[in-house]
């Protein structure tokens, strides 16, 4: 007599539902945690006397945004994902979830979040935050980042807004000082992100993401990265000429400014082929985070402390 089958205890994946710890990670928290920093920078630099909650509200719905253009972001490049090395254990990739509901979870934030910013603060800051989500999974991830090497540069301008949704968030209008914060991290941003693309560009080639340093050579690419930290730099001073921070400010930018200029120029004189070889690249791309954060902590302190 022939024994029937034991039943399956196998579950798909897909079926269970997403685990919290998968959601959070679909935010990109990393990557959230700059933004949230600078947008709070670009809030308390605008001086304004503003109620606790109020602030703390707008530094949320800045975080809730980001987290939702990230999680639409993995929800529209799962099949990269799944061909680099680097997001293979995403939650998508990894097939720990499925892909409605990332996009349902993403698109749900990024109502709550304007709504949120619009309500608790101002309409104008709202907009802003609405233009840094769409720009960043419409015109990066859609548009920009399957077909062009300058997928960075432009689509860098959604990492820039955050300092000037915190500005708005505060004062309810824009100012020189913000569109100066917007400028620096538009054109951190190709530097920052060519640094890392030159030592994991064997990743971005086997998923066919047409990275500089994958369609225009290593030679260029650590070119590039050089002469966007020359524009990067300036920027990054120019608060200071301009009376809009004091020396606190000026005198950290200048050292932190002639620090990542060296680390560009080694960049842009190495010949190495492999990454084993790429220490500059490698130096460069971690302290130019660090670069980041010590900027706008100085810039937040200047502004806070002296008149």
Not at 49 to 74: E, R, S, W
Request: aromatic share 12%; net charge positive.
């Amino acid at each position: 007599m022939t024994q029937a089958p034991a039943p399956s205890t196998t579950i798909d994946s897909a079926l269970l539902p997403a685990s919290p710890r998968d959601l959070f990670a679909l935010t990109k928290p990393r990557v959230m945690s700059l933004v949230v920093f600078t947008g709070l920078c670009g809030l308390l630099a605008a001086k304004m006397p503003m109620p606790p909650v109020l602030a703390f509200t707008a530094v949320l719905c800045i975080a809730l945004g980001a987290g939702a253009a990230g999680a639409l972001n993995q929800w529209y490049e799962a099949d990269l994902d799944a061909q680099m090395k680097r997001t293979q254990g995403r939650p998508l990739p990894a097939g720990r979830m499925d892909k409605q509901t990332a996009l349902h979870f993403g698109v749900g934030l990024s109502f709550f979040s304007v709504l949120l910013m619009g309500f608790a603060t101002n309409w104008h800051a709202a907009f802003w935050l609405a233009v840094s989500i769409l720009f960043y999974v419409i015109v990066y991830t859609v548009w920009l980042k399957r077909r062009t090497a300058q997928n960075i540069v432009i689509g860098g301008a959604a990492g820039a807004f955050p300092p000037m949704i915190g500005w708005v968030a505060a004062t309810g209008h824009l100012a020189l000082l913000p569109v100066l914060l917007f400028a620096i991290i538009f054109l951190w941003t190709p530097p920052h992100f060519w640094a890392l693309s030159l030592f994991i560009r064997s990743d971005y080639d086997k998923a066919g993401v047409p990275m500089l340093p994958v369609v225009a050579g290593l030679k260029h690419t650590r070119l590039q990265v050089l002469l966007y930290t020359l524009p990067m730099a300036a920027a990054a001073v120019l608060p200071w000429p301009l009376g809009l921070t004091g020396w606190i400010y000026g005198a950290t930018s200048a050292l932190l400014n002639a620090i990542f200029l060296v680390l560009a120029i080694r960049v842009a004189t190495n010949r190495a082929e492999e990454p084993s070889g790429m220490k500059p690249e490698k130096q460069l791309f971690g302290f130019s985070v660090l670069y980041l954060f010590a900027l706008f902590a100085a810039l937040t302190i200047d502004r806070l402390l002296l008149p």
